[in-house]
């Protein structure tokens, strides 16, 4: 079993929709969850933290459900820019970061 | 942009020769962190350099070894190159141990054939 899993998607979504990424994590003993984006070809870039009381940037919303390692994001109000790959980000008491396979998200017109 | 930076952006090599590739840090942070990406995966952690020693190794063969340079510079080494070893090759820098981010350097694609 991997260490983080993602959906790879693809996830089509119209322009404006609201869109919804899971991933789980295994380690029980994980202290910090991120997300992601990376965009085709690029190197990966902070999308936000996740913190255990879910939080807010703008359109996007993350939470983080610790007794069922279950991390998520939510996208209101679609942008075409918003189209790239989503990782899911997990570091634990060390130094390292395990990042999931990534899920693919297309924002259609 | 980040401020770190890489080099070589791609690369072709041979299987069996040994590649070496490079990370300069964003000014003002002292830990670089070295992940490689193949085709349609995560990046996956190979090792950690904080202040010119290693500090941190995934679950990468001794084939792969590193450095860092008091400028906190890094160098990444891949010895008897394999055709699996085809990937995106991500350095990060970080300020500390136990960053809360990283800042990711655009890549250096290696190709092995």
């Known amino acids: 079993r991997k260490e983080v899993e993602q959906d790879p998607g693809p996830f089509n979504v119209p322009e404006g929709a609201t869109v919804a990424f899971n991933c789980t994590y295994s380690?029980?003993?994980?202290?910090?969850f991120f997300w992601y984006r990376q965009d085709c070809r690029k190197e990966p870039k902070l999308l936000m933290s996740?913190?255990?009381s879910g939080n807010e940037d703008g359109r996007f919303t993350a939470q983080l459900n610790r007794a069922s390692q279950y991390i998520s994001l939510l996208i209101r109000d679609s942008k075409l820019s918003d189209s790239a790959t989503y990782l899911c980000?997990?570091?634990?008491?060390?130094?390292?970061?395990?990042f999931g396979g990534g899920t693919r998200l297309m924002v259609k017109p | 942009e980040t401020g770190v930076t890489q080099s070589p952006t791609h690369l072709i090599k041979t299987r069996g020769q040994q590649v070496t590739l490079r990370c300069s840090s964003q000014?003002?942070?002292?830990?670089v962190s070295w992940y490689q990406q193949a085709l349609g995966q995560g990046p996956q952690f190979i090792f950690q350099?904080?202040?010119?020693?290693?500090?941190g190794r995934g679950n990468f063969p001794p084939r792969f070894s590193g450095l860092q340079f008091p400028n906190y510079s890094s160098e990444l080494n891949v010895n008897a190159l394999e055709l699996d070893d085809s990937a995106l090759y991500l350095c990060?820098?970080?300020?500390?141990?136990?960053?809360?981010?990283?800042?990711f350097g655009p890549g250096t694609r290696l190709t092995v054939t």
């Open positions: 350099y904080y202040r010119e020693e290693e500090n």
């Open positions: 996740v913190y255990s």
């Open positions: 990060a820098s970080s300020s500390g141990t136990s960053p809360h981010e990283q800042y």
């Open positions: 980000v997990v570091k634990g008491a060390g130094n390292m970061l395990t």
């Open positions: 380690n029980s003993a994980s202290q910090s």
């Open positions: 000014s003002g942070h002292n830990t």
